[in-house]
Each structure stands twice: as structure tokens, then as C-alpha cells.
């Protein structure tokens, strides 16, 4: 599952949460981005992300959960990605909701379609942030210590930069971008037109859009190239 990811530069991510029409869906699916990302933070249900599985289904993309609600646990996804919330102080969104999940659904868990993401949410204004109360006042040297904590002692396999909503600091970023070594940096936030996904895809290994989808789907197809055509910059 690793390895799948590796090849990952652009990524939609469709909200189960919001309306999207059948045309806007085959565009975004059709648009050479290299996997559509299911999750949201608030109202993901059983029933609403099983009917965005099917629709995506249609297409030949690979489509991965990001598990954030234990009911909307749905099976048939490609992989599984399941958030831990490293700048909060509330453990249940580090690992308690994980450890409910485990009792609950034990063997029943593939195991082997998991991926971890080591998330820093950085825009406080966002859900996200609300809902898991992480402390997103931090310095480019803090953040860049959490996605440490997440490449080099938790050995994870994805940091993911969460400014959803929001532009981030590209200072902020390439700070952490220069201390993560083997962790896939994920980036997300605010990205609405070809400027942030350039920006974004020269530092990060993924870059992640969401909103812009539900907006201006023609803006949001335009990121794909962009992200694409950007080389990474390779940092000393
Ligand atoms: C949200 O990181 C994603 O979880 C993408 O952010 O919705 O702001 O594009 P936007």
C-alpha cells in the first residue's frame, strides 16, 4: 500500500457530505489526478459514503477512505487511510477512537489496505481543528517537530500538512518539508487555482483538493497539471 501512494502527486478529495453532480464527478474523475479521497469532518455517514463509493466506482481511479467516523467505516475502498491527530491534547482523535475501532470491529480490520497520516492541522479556523482541538498556533519549527515525531519515531508512513480552507504558510511547510525523510508529505488547504498548487506541489509529495471542487470544478480540474508539471524541489 505504501508503494501505491508513492506515485501519488495530485489527489481530489470528495466530501460523502456534499452534493456533486454526475458530470462534475466524471470530470474530476476523468481529469488525470491520481486518486479521489473520500472523508470529511462532519456528517459522514454509513449510507452517504457507501453512494459515493459506487458513483466513483464507475471509474477506474483508485478511490481510499479517510476513516474519521467510526459508523461510516464503509467496506470496498482500495485503502484506508486513518488520521492521528499529533497536535492535539485530546487523545481520542491521537488514538482513542482507534482503539474503540479496534475493539469493535478486531479481525474484522484488513489490516494490510491501512496507512497511517501523522496529521498537523494548521488552520484553526477550520473544522477539522474545532472538532479535534488541536492547537494550531504553531511556529514552523513546532509543526516540523510533530512531523518528526511522525517520520522518525512513529515511523509513519504519511505526514499530512491540514490547512483545510486555508492557504498554509509555505514557510511553515518548507520547514517541515526539510525535516521529513521517509514519510510521504501530504499537503492540504485552500488550494484554488494553479498559483497554490504550484506552490504546494514544489515542497510536498501530495498535494491534496477539496472545496474548490464544490465551487468551481473547471478551477479545481486546472490543478491537476499544475501540480503534475511542478517539479519537487529538492531541499539540501
Ligand atoms: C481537506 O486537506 C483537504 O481535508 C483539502 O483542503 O478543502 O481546503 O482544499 P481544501
Redesign the pocket.
Known amino acids: 500500500m505504501r508503494q501505491m501512494i508513492k506515485s501519488w502527486r495530485h489527489v481530489f478529495?470528495l466530501d460523502p457530505d456534499r452534493e456533486l453532480g454526475e458530470a462534475e464527478l466524471e470530470a474530476i474523475c476523468l481529469s488525470g489526478t491520481d486518486a479521489v479521497l473520500v472523508?470529511g469532518s462532519t456528517g459522514v455517514t454509513y449510507q452517504n459514503t457507501a453512494a459515493l463509493l459506487s458513483r466513483v466506482r464507475r471509474y477506474e481511479l483508485p478511490c481510499a477512505l479517510e476513516v474519521s467516523d467510526l459508523e461510516a467505516a464503509v467496506p470496498g475502498f482500495d485503502l484506508y487511510l486513518i488520521p492521528m491527530v499529533l497536535n492535539t491534547s485530546d487523545t481520542a482523535w491521537l488514538h482513542g477512537h482507534h482503539r474503540r475501532a479496534i475493539e469493535r470491529y478486531g479481525s474484522l480490520i484488513p489490516w494490510e489496505l491501512l496507512l497511517t497520516e501523522g496529521y498537523i492541522v494548521l488552520n484553526g479556523d477550520s473544522s477539522?481543528a474545532r472538532l479535534t482541538g488541536a492547537d494550531s498556533s504553531l511556529s514552523g519549527e513546532a509543526a516540523a517537530a510533530y512531523a518528526q515525531i511522525a517520520d522518525k519515531l512513529m515511523s509513519l508512513p504519511i505526514v499530512y500538512l491540514?490547512?483545510?480552507?486555508?492557504f498554509g504558510d509555505m514557510e511553515t511547510v518548507r520547514t517541515v518539508r526539510e525535516m521529513v525523510e521517509i514519510s510521504q508529505l501530504f499537503y492540504?488547504?485552500?488550494?484554488t487555482g494553479e498559483p497554490e498548487a504550484e506552490q504546494a506541489a514544489a515542497l510536498c509529495d501530495t498535494v491534496?483538493?477539496?472545496?474548490?471542487i464544490y465551487r468551481d470544478v473547471q478551477a479545481a480540474l486546472l490543478t491537476v497539471q499544475a501540480v503534475k508539471n511542478t517539479p519537487q524541489i529538492r531541499l539540501e
Do not use: T
Not at 491534496?208 to 474548490?212: A, L, Q, R, T, W
Open positions: 478529495k472523508g477539522v491540514e490547512y483545510s480552507g486555508a492540504g488547504g485552500g488550494i491534496v483538493v477539496g472545496n474548490i
